[in-house]
C-alpha cells in the first residue's frame, strides 16, 4: 500500500522561503513520478509541480515557474518542493501525489499532472501572511 507523508508547512511572511517534504512507502519509490498540488480555501485543488520518475524532467504550473523547485531523493524515498519568493497567493494546503505505474514518460504538464493523481498524501498547511 502507497503513503505518503507531508511535512515542511508552516507560516511564512511573504517574500519568504519554506521546503517541503513527501516521505514514500510501501514500493519503490525510484520508479514512479511524483507531483504536488495545493488547494486554497474555497478554491479547485490545482497542480503545483511534477517529477518524472527518472527525475530528468520537472514540470511546472505557471504561477510557480520560477520560485519552486521539485527534486528527488531516491536513497531517502522523499520528493521535496522548495518554495522561494512566497506571496499570500500561495496560501493552501499542499498535497503530494503519486503515479500509479511505473516508468511512465509525459510531455506535457497536463499529462503528468493527470499521470500523478492516484495517490494523494494528507497535506500540509502553507500560510504566506502579508
Known amino acids: 500500500q502507497v503513503q505518503l507523508v507531508e511535512s515542511g508547512g508552516g507560516l511564512v511572511q511573504a517574500g519568504g522561503s519554506l521546503r517541503l517534504s513527501c516521505a514514500a512507502s510501501g514500493r519503490t519509490f525510484s520508479n514512479y513520478a511524483m507531483g504536488w498540488f495545493r488547494q486554497a480555501p474555497g478554491k479547485e485543488r490545482e497542480f503545483v509541480a511534477a517529477i518524472t520518475w527518472s527525475g530528468v524532467r520537472t514540470y511546472y504550473a505557471n504561477s510557480v515557474k520560477g520560485r519552486f523547485t521539485i527534486s528527488r531523493d531516491n536513497a531517502k524515498n522523499t520528493v521535496y518542493l522548495q518554495m522561494n519568493s512566497l506571496t499570500p497567493e500561495d496560501t493552501a494546503v499542499y498535497y503530494c501525489?503519486?503515479?500509479?505505474?511505473?516508468?511512465?514518460?509525459?510531455?506535457?504538464?497536463?499529462?503528468?499532472?493527470?499521470?500523478?493523481?492516484?495517490?494523494w498524501g494528507q497535506g500540509t498547511q502553507v500560510t504566506v501572511s502579508s
Open positions: 501525489a503519486a503515479d500509479a505505474n511505473p516508468y511512465r514518460n509525459y510531455l506535457a504538464t497536463e499529462q503528468i499532472a493527470e499521470g500523478v493523481s492516484d495517490y
